[in-house]
């Protein structure tokens, strides 16, 4: 009997012993499953705080453990008040009944901290900020992890912001490549155009400008023969014939004019006061107009010359309706509106524009000054230029023909059939221009003593 209790005493503390090993190793099994889990959580949080001291380090890593703590406690409750309609177990704050082990005491062995590292942070921190532990431990939380989750939102938005001035920025430079084509393809076209107009110059010749001033000299000549030679220089001081043989002729006189005489609107345009007179015109006449011509043609040439001369004219007996006056003046004056006009149209194909405007101004300007010069019919000079711009403007050839080169050219044939209509209605109406304008006298003559009286 005594052996048999010796056997079974011996066997007693084999048994014990063995199931204690196998707890153990069960509990050891379940601790490296939740150090796994939590130490490679804790690895992630660490690399963040990289650059902590290690006092401050350590600080971290307890609130960091212990905020992963909270979390998956409060993820296992959730599972469990949903899953459980009612459930008579209660929780604790920091361990779950029915799991088995606690969490708590497992998380504190398994990050390898003791409880006074807990409570210690705990402490600290609570006299601090005046929190309690799950204050403290989302305040914390929301400190350092939302750094990660309000950048991505801020780099959606900025890469949005980005896209759109990206989209802007390739918007105005398909613009301005588009500008550049448009500035390059006129620009050949410019090129194109003016070497068309170059070839077509060379092949021209100033027919009607030859036949004009030949005209001229036959009348000038039959002008000297009809007064059977030239007037004294007191009676025509620019070597000419007299007043009744140009009447005779078809100079500009207002009462034959008004009982039918409409010749008299053109007739001027081919005779001269004198020989003075005859080199003056015709010596602009055949460097302006010749070069003109080349570069308009001779049908343009010959619709410039003639209706700018009758647009003179009409203003002139308009407002000087009882002086005898002739010569070329109102049409070149013409041709001296059509330089304006080309002058500006071609601006940026011309070498150097604002000299040759300089030039084109001083010589308006010294022209029309000698026109105001008594004996001087300078109604006709300024008519003759008006009219001379408008119908250059409708006739000139042009490099661009857009939109608003229509427009203008419109605008310029209303003005000038306007302007025809005025003028001849105040003349046969008899409509008093000095008492519709009164200051136009002053274009004519200034009132310097009394040289004025007579015209």
């Keep these: 009997m005594s052996n048999s209790q010796e056997t079974e005493s011996a066997s007693s503390p084999e048994s014990s012993s063995s199931d204690k090993e196998e707890t153990k190793k ?75 082990i606690d969490l708590e005491e497992e998380f504190k062995e398994g990050v390898g901290f003791e409880d006074d590292d807990f409570e210690q942070v705990n402490n600290q921190d609570l006299e601090n900020n005046n929190l309690s532990d799950n204050e403290f431990i989302e305040d ?17 938005v900025q890469n949005v912001e980005e896209t759109k001035k990206s989209d802007k920025t390739i918007k105005k430079e398909a613009k301005k490549r588009k500008k550049k084509r448009k500035k390059i393809y006129k620009m050949n076209e410019i090129r194109k155009r003016k070497a068309e107009m170059l070839e077509d110059e060379q092949d ?55 009982n039918g005489e409409y010749w008299r609107f053109v007739t001027p345009i081919f005779l001269h006061v004198g020989i003075f007179h005859f080199i003056m015109n015709i010596v602009f006449q055949w460097k302006v107009g010749t070069e003109l011509e080349k570069f308009t043609g001779t049908k343009r040439m010959a619709i410039l010359y003639i209706f700018s001369g009758i647009g003179g004219n009409l203003m002139s007996v308009v407002f000087l309706p009882d002086l005898v006056s002739v010569g070329a003046s109102s049409s070149l004056y013409g041709l001296v509106g059509v330089l304006i006009i080309d002058l500006f149209q ?110």
Aim: charged content about 25%; overall charge positive; glycine content about 8%.
């Design 204 to 258: 021209r010749k100033p027919h009607f400008i030859f036949i004009v001033s030949t005209i001229q000299v036959i009348m000038l000549i039959i002008e000297i023969i009809l007064n059977n030679g030239m007037e004294s220089i007191a009676v025509n001081p620019w070597f000419g014939p007299s007043q009744d043989v140009l009447i005779r002729l078809g100079a500009k006189y207002g009462p034959p004019m008004k």
């Design 140 to 156: 914390d939380f929301k400190k350092e992890q939302p750094k990660q989750t309000k950048e991505r939102p801020r780099r959606v």
């Design 346 to 455: 071609n601006w940026k194909t011309i070498p150097n524009p604002k000299k040759e405007l300089l030039k084109l101004s001083i010589m308006i300007f010294v022209s029309l000054g000698i026109g105001l010069l008594p004996a001087i019919d300078n109604f006709a000079h300024v008519g003759g230029m008006i009219f001379g711009m408008l119908i250059g403007i409708i006739l000139l050839p042009n490099i661009e023909f857009g939109f608003a080169r229509k427009f203008l050219v419109l605008i310029s044939i209303i003005l000038t059939l306007l302007l025809y209509f005025v003028g001849i209605y105040f003349f046969y109406k008899d409509v008093d221009a000095d008492g519709w304008c009164p200051y136009c006298v002053y274009l004519n003559c200034l009132p310097f003593k009394d040289w004025c009286d007579d015209f």
């Design 26 to 100: 069960q509990i050891a099994l379940r601790k490296n499953t939740l150090r796994s889990g939590w130490m490679d959580t804790i690895k992630n949080v660490k690399g963040t705080l990289s650059i902590l001291g290690e006092e401050e380090q350590k600080d971290h890593d307890i609130k960091w453990k212990k905020s992963f703590f909270v979390t998956q406690q409060r993820k296992t409750q959730k599972k469990k008040e949903q899953t459980e309609s009612e459930s008579s177990s209660s929780t604790s704050s920091y361990g779950l009944t029915g799991s088995g």
